[in-house]
Structure formats: C-alpha cells, structure tokens
C-alpha cells in the first residue's frame, strides 16, 4: 500500500536541516529564541483568532504548514502580506509559536527578491522623507485621501501645525542640518539608501 507519510519523509531526509525553510527562520534574528515553529501541531487556534484570517483568504495556519513542508513557492505569495501583526496568533499559541514573527521573516526573504520588492515599493516616499528630512513624516501625495478621511479639519491643522507647535510650547519638529547630515550617513553605513534604490528599481522596471 503507497504510504504518503514515509514518501514524505524520505523527500524530507534529503533536505538538509541547514536549508530547509523552517529552519532558515529559525535562524533569523528577527525570530525569537524560543519560537515553537517546529512545535506547531496544527490545532488551528492561531487561524480562530486571526482576524485576517477572518476578513481575508489569509490562513495564519496554512501559513506555518507551508513553511513546515518547506513549501518555498510561500516567499511569492501575496497571502504573506496579510497579515496585521497584531500578535493574537502569538498570545494564544499552546507551544509558543508566532505565526507574526514567522510572517516578518518570510516578508524579509521576500524582499530579497523582486517579488516583495513589488510589495513595499508604493512606501517609498516614506523613506525618502527619512532619507530627506531625518523623519517618518506623512509624505504629500497622501494628504489629498487624508483630507478625505479626516475633513477640513486636518487640512486647517496642516496649514497652521508650526503655529499650533509653537502655541503649544513645542519646537520645531523638523531637525537641524546637522542633525539631518548624521542622520543620513548613518542611513547610508547601514545599506538603507541602497535598499531603497533596489526597490525603486523595480518599480521602474513597471
């Protein structure tokens, strides 16, 4: 009689634990030290309190699944981008496992490659107010759908928020130069300047 579980673990031996996919998260520093990957019993209490899991075709346990069946095809998966990171998979899990931390990991793998390029490069104009002005400012070309939200309210603010700073006892809220100038060599040691023109390089091979 064909037995899947024993195909299953012959297709396992030949992968080393050095390679497969569980493993390669396990070792990223984003991954906490204790973290139940491989502990995971598919009871399926993490999907019961996901709520993108509940508003979405995202399923916090198919995720873990997959990356425990080495299933690399995930890493091109838009279904990874789901997730909230609101941490409910993380405080309700009986072995200790996170499929947020998990969902940080593969995100990052993805971006490696084009495929999550492609899934954080509309946020660039936030790193460019980083990379511009030392700070994670709201970028101009939102302000038309936040006048939207919010009403002429948010609109008198933005027009008037050094006023209202000032009234208020704050100083300014944008950096000095030099400042500014620190702020930026240190984006530039770190490799966040050429992580952003690699991104803005796929959006201009659109």
């Known amino acids: ?12 031996k030949t992968i080393s634990k050095e390679d497969d996919l569980a493993h390669k998260v396990l070792k990223d520093i984003k991954a906490s030290s204790d973290l139940g990957l491989l502990r995971c019993v598919q009871c399926g209490m993490c999907a019961s309190t996901c709520p993108a899991s509940r508003h979405s075709d995202y399923d916090s346990r198919e995720i873990i699944k997959r990356v425990l069946d080495n ?12 997730c909230f990171y609101c941490y409910n998979c993380h405080s309700i899990c009986p072995v200790g496992n996170s499929v947020c931390e998990v969902n940080q990991v593969l995100r990052q793998m993805a971006i490696d490659e084009d495929t999550g ?13 980083y990379i511009d002005k030392g700070l994670g400012i709201i970028p101009k070309e939102y302000h038309g759908q936040l006048s939207i939200d919010y009403g002429p309210h948010w609109d008198k603010l933005q027009e008037n928020l050094e006023d209202v700073r000032e009234n208020l006892g ?6 000095l130069p030099e400042a500014e100038e620190e702020i930026g060599e240190t ?3 770190i490799g966040f ?3 952003v023109k690699e991104i ?3 959006r201009n091979r659109k």
């Open 1 to 12: 009689m064909f037995n899947l579980g024993k195909v299953r673990r012959r297709e396992m």
């Open 71 to 82: 299933d690399e095809t995930i890493l091109e998966d838009e279904i990874i981008w789901n």
């Open 117 to 129: 390029k492609k899934q954080v490069e509309s946020f660039m104009s936030f790193a460019d107010s």
């Open 170 to 175: 704050l100083e300014s809220m944008f950096l």
């Open 187 to 189: 984006l530039e040691a």
């Open 193 to 195: 300047k050429k992580r």
């Open 200 to 202: 803005k390089d796929v």
